[in-house]
């Protein structure tokens, strides 16, 4: 496996993971009449969410994977 493909997978695996915090059940959690600092905890959690999502593509793209690959083909 090429380090593109492993880059890949993870931002695959970045996508479906965040797909599933922006789903119903997850964000009916955060959907209550709580604020903090006059703002609604469900905006706090998406804004929260996004800026993680966010952090995490820029580590999974910057920086290089610690993993070596060996050729398996001889």
């Known amino acids: 496996m090429t380090?593109?493909?492993e880059k890949s997978r993870r931002l695959v695996g970045l996508?479906?993971?965040?797909?599933?915090?922006y789903n119903y059940p997850i964000l009916s959690l955060f959907n209550i009449p709580n604020k903090i600092s006059g703002i609604p905890v469900l905006y706090l959690y998406?804004?929260?969410v996004w800026i993680l999502s966010i952090i995490f593509v820029v580590i999974i793209n910057k920086y290089p994977l610690k993993t070596e690959f060996s050729d398996l083909r001889g």
């Open 46 to 48: 998406l804004f929260f």
């Open 3 to 5: 380090f593109d493909k």
């Open 15 to 21: 996508f479906l993971f965040v797909v599933v915090l």
